[in-house]
């Protein structure tokens, strides 16, 4: 387990949304290795009902392809609107993969997206549920081949809003 800060940018805190990490895909498509939404997928999750501010994010990795299976947890923190965050990673993976989205229930929204790049080729199932103003969680399959390497990796992502951010 490791705990990385980052001061107003992603880094991993948008992966509460499509997280290709795995997949080298995402290391070509953002640095910040998140997700594969069109912009308007995200204009149907409404995100403005998170409030801006530090938040505090876990993320527990499951990597199903490795034997045996391997476990991770990594904690990060951002301080900013998750909704501008979350944007901002996605638009350049948006210009890679072919998307769909659903509600899924309430507060609950399904994120499926599709990438192909010559030697990469992965799909991913996100579900996002917006629990209050201050705490959101992902449920994350992405599974794909790199190179011809499988990859198979499944996500718990918790996000909870710890305060106002400090100038």
Not at 9 to 27: D, G
């Amino acid at each position: 387990m490791f705990t990385h800060r980052v001061n107003n940018r992603p880094s991993e805190a948008l992966l509460f949304a499509m997280n290709l990490r795995c997949l080298p895909l995402c290391v070509i498509a953002a640095p910040l290795a998140a997700a594969c939404l069109p912009a308007h997928a995200i204009d149907s999750i409404p995100l403005d009902q998170l409030q801006p501010g530090l938040w505090k994010v876990e993320r527990k990795i499951e990597k199903l392809d490795l034997n045996p299976v391997e476990y991770e947890t990594r904690n990060t923190e951002y301080c900013a609107s998750p909704r501008k965050e979350i944007s901002r990673v996605l638009s350049i993976t948006n210009l890679l993969c072919k998307t769909e989205d659903s509600k899924v229930g309430d507060n609950r929204y399904k994120v499926h997206a599709t990438c192909r790049l010559p030697g990469i080729r992965g799909e991913n199932t996100t579900v996002i549920t917006i629990v209050s103003p201050t705490e959101y969680t992902a449920e994350v399959d992405t599974i794909g081949t790199k190179f011809g390497e499988k990859q198979h990796r499944k996500e718990m992502i918790t996000a909870k809003r710890a305060g106002d951010c400090q100038s």
